[in-house]
């Protein structure tokens, strides 16, 4: 069973490439929003398995989602995947911090990269 994606991502273009890519993997239910914000009112209603989250967005960032999502005990069981340019390694350990982050990618989001959290991802 493929999982069920949240992409949360301000990048219209970003997002169209990254259901290309999941979409080749094999992976076709995938649901999009534009900023934290937008993902945190999603789940309270949808629950994905994983969130592909960007850092870096308007209105409500990536920390401020987990932020969120944590202190409310959302979606406990969505596995978090950070899809980032930020290359900053105090990102990288701010990202080791929240319980549901099972791994840092930098964009752009590839197959093989997909293969590298494939199994987490299950």
């Not at 076709?28 to 850092?55: K, T």
Request: include cysteine; hydrophobic fraction near 45%.
């Amino acid at each position: 069973m493929t999982p069920k994606v949240l992409l949360v991502e301000d990048s219209e273009t970003t997002n169209f490439i990254n259901k290309l890519v999941l979409n080749s993997a094999g992976i076709l239910d995938i649901s999009e929003v534009l900023n934290g914000l937008d993902a945190y009112h999603y789940i309270h209603q949808n629950c994905p398995d994983v969130i592909l989250l960007d850092i870096d967005m308007p209105v409500m960032d990536g920390w401020e989602f987990l932020k969120e999502k944590e202190m409310k005990a959302l979606c406990l069981d969505a596995k978090v995947i950070m899809l980032t340019s930020s290359t900053h390694p105090r990102d990288k350990k701010m990202a080791k911090k929240y319980a549901s982050v099972v791994a840092y990618l930098e964009k752009p989001l590839t197959l093989e990269k997909l293969k590298e959290v494939n199994m987490l991802m299950n």
